[in-house]
């Protein structure tokens, strides 16, 4: 299951990683989230040293969520050199979510 990080990390391993990070902004309320967190958690596995997965809870992350701007829940987005370089919304099938990563 990804980490979850708070603001205090995100610094450290989001923006300083030396590999590209996807970072799921999601609430514990939100189904869609619940959906795509087995997704995810695939993912990790599947791409172990070449992408890190984070988990950043809306409901207690404020700063994070009106500094990039997150208005729905799950929101993913990718961070590559420390900037953000593609944003997906909504519940997002594996497939999209692989496509988006062979972008980077």
């Known amino acids: 299951m990804a980490e979850r990080i708070t603001t205090a990390d995100f610094n450290g391993k989001v923006l300083n990683a ?7 902004f999601y609430s514990d309320t939100c189904v869609p989230c619940k959906m ?3 997704v995810l958690s695939q993912l990790e596995t599947e ?6 997965i984070y988990k950043v809870n ?3 992350e404020q700063e994070l969520v009106d500094k990039y ?3 729905a829940s799950p929101t993913l987005i990718f961070f590559k050199g420390g900037e953000e370089v593609s944003r997906l919304r909504g519940m997002t099938q594996k497939a999209k979510i692989i496509e988006e990563f062979e972008k980077l």
């Open 18 to 24: 030396d590999i590209p990070v996807l970072v799921d």
């Open 36 to 38: 795509l967190s087995p």
């Open 47 to 52: 791409l172990d040293g070449k992408l890190h």
């Open 58 to 60: 809306v409901g207690y």
């Open 69 to 71: 701007e997150v208005q």
